[in-house]
């Protein structure tokens, strides 16, 4: 079992900054992906940005290239997704999630077993 706990949302403007955290507990994270999805209201779960937890490799939705990075430390069994240049259709709630096993598909919600609670991101123009 691995239980994830997210915070660092909440209220911004447009063109504010936001860092959402994720730590993690339960099991030692040294391998595998950790992913960031995000809902919002009315809408489909979205892919954001994941990062492969033994080499740091990234990977970002389109939306969202060159304005959020993912990045993580082991030792803390944290990662970390930083949002630059925020807009109002980033709005919604940000979900954190973790698998243990070397994957292909690290966009795909259905590879992860593990998930956080979420936290809240609300833009305002």
């Known amino acids: 079992q691995v239980q994830l706990v997210e915070s660092g949302g909440g209220l911004a403007q447009a063109g504010d900054s936001l860092r959402l955290s994720c730590a993690a507990s339960?099991?030692?994270?040294?391998?595998?992906?950790m992913g960031w999805f995000r809902q919002a209201p009315g809408k489909e779960r979205e892919f954001v940005a994941a990062?492969?937890?033994?080499?740091?490799?990234?990977h970002y939705a389109d939306s969202v290239k060159g304005r959020f990075t993912a990045s993580r430390d082991n030792a803390k069994m944290t990662v970390f997704l930083q949002m630059n240049s925020l807009k109002p259709e980033d709005t919604a709630i940000y979900y954190c999630?973790?698998?243990?096993?070397?994957?292909?598909?690290?966009?795909?919600?259905?590879?992860?077993?593990?998930w956080g609670q979420g936290t809240q991101v609300t833009v305002s123009s």
């Open positions: 999630a973790v698998v243990i096993n070397n994957i292909l598909l690290v966009r795909s919600a259905a590879s992860y077993p593990y």
């Open positions: 990062i492969r937890l033994s080499s740091g490799a990234t």
């Open positions: 339960g099991r030692t994270l040294s391998s595998g992906a």
